[in-house]
Nanobody, 120 residues
Framework: VQLQASGGGLVQTGGSLRLSCVAS????????MGWYRQAPGKQRELVAR???????DYVDSVKGRFTISRDNAKNAMYLQMNNLKPDDTAVYYC???????????????WGQGTQVTVSS
């Protein structure tokens, strides 16, 4: 099982980016799925999380600007980030509790991280 994140880049303040994360392997379920970020010198923090039933939650600093979504048929998750600010600069990681043919008990898996840089 692997999580592959993509979509990061350099954007100006007020710009937008869309992150994607896809799980590979014979996947039975992924719940929950979430996006974390880690800025230089700071601890990794949860940015947004999505449950299979549709519930979502966000860290206060991104509410109203970021939207998490998932496509269960594609084992994929997305993070639409609008009105980006310099404080959003970080490496973004996807994470999910995955039950698969290779791991029937399930574990949390991390993607490799994608850099988001917001210039002022």
């Amino acid at each position: 099982v692997q999580l592959q994140a993509s979509g990061g880049g350099l954007v100006q303040t007020g710009g937008s980016l869309r992150l994607s994360c896809v799980a590979s392997g014979i996947i039975f379920s992924i719940n929950p799925m979430g996006w974390y970020r880690q800025a230089p010198g700071k601890q990794r923090e949860l940015v947004a999380r999505a449950l299979s039933g549709g519930a979502t939650d966000y860290v206060d600093s991104v509410k109203g600007r970021f939207t998490i979504s998932r496509d269960n048929a594609k084992n994929a998750m997305y993070l639409q980030m609008n009105n980006l600010k310099p404080d959003d600069t970080a490496v973004y990681y996807c994470n999910g509790f995955i039950i698969s043919s290779d791991d029937p008990e399930g574990h949390f898996y991390w993607g490799q991280g994608t850099q988001v840089t917001v210039s002022s």
